[in-house]
C-alpha cells in the first residue's frame, strides 16, 4: 500500500522499467571515462518507494519463493547490501510490468511445484543414487563401505604379500 501512495498507478509517467528502476536510484550509476567503467554504484537517495522496496527485498532473506532464492544466490556471490539493491531493482521491474497491464504475476518456483509434486515445498526428492555410509567395524572404527580402489599395495613393483581388502592400511 505504502508503494502505490509514492508512485500510483499510472505508469506512463516513465517511458520504460529502466527509467523506473533508474527514478527509484535501483539502476547502477556507470561512470565511464574513455571507453572504460570507473565506477558502477547505484546512487544514495532519500526516495521512500526505493526505501520500500529495499525493505520488502530485505523480507525475501528466508522465503521459500523465487525471488527468496535469487537474494540468497547474490548475497552469497556479492553480499547482502549489492543483493538487497539488486533485488529491490528486480521487485521494481514485476511492479512497473503488473502496474503497467503488461504481466500478471506467479511465482515460477510456487507453480513449478505444485504442478509436477503434490509434497510440500519444504520436502525434497531423494537423490538419484543411494549413498554410502561408513559403518563400525568389530572395534567401533569408522570404516568405508566401499572397496578400495588399491586392493594390493606394491612396493617397487612387487605386491605386498597379505595386504589386500577394503582399506589399504588394513591386514587381512
Not at 41 to 54: E, F, G, I, W
Not at 90 to 116: C, F, N, Q, W
Request: with cysteine; charged share 20%.
Amino acid at each position: 500500500m505504502q508503494l502505490i501512495a509514492e508512485i500510483g498507478t499510472d505508469m506512463s509517467r516513465w517511458r520504460s522499467e529502466k527509467h523506473f528502476s533508474a527514478w527509484l536510484t535501483l539502476a547502477p550509476n556507470n561512470k565511464i571515462s574513455g571507453g572504460r567503467l570507473l565506477s558502477s554504484k547505484t546512487q544514495p537517495s532519500a526516495n521512500r518507494a526505493a526505501v520500500v522496496l529495499r525493505r520488502c527485498a530485505m523480507s525475501l532473506t528466508r522465503s521459500a519463493t523465487a525471488l527468496g532464492a535469487y537474494y540468497r544466490r547474490l548475497a552469497y556471490r556479492l553480499g547482502q547490501p549489492k543483493a538487497i539493491t539488486a533485488t529491490a531493482r528486480k521487485l521494481a521491474i514485476l511492479v512497473y510490468r503488473v502496474l503497467g497491464g503488461e504481466m500478471v504475476y506467479r511465482d515460477p518456483r510456487r507453480h513449478r511445484l505444485r504442478s509436477t509434486s503434490p509434497q510440500a515445498p519444504d520436502q525434497r526428492p531423494p537423490p538419484s543414487r543411494p549413498r554410502i555410509r561408513s559403518q563400525p567395524d568389530q572395534f567401533g572404527n569408522r570404516r568405508s563401505a566401499r572397496p578400495c580402489t588399491c586392493a594390493t599395495i606394491s612396493f617397487l613393483g612387487a605386491p605386498l604379500a597379505g595386504w589386500a581388502g577394503t582399506h589399504p592400511y588394513e591386514k587381512q
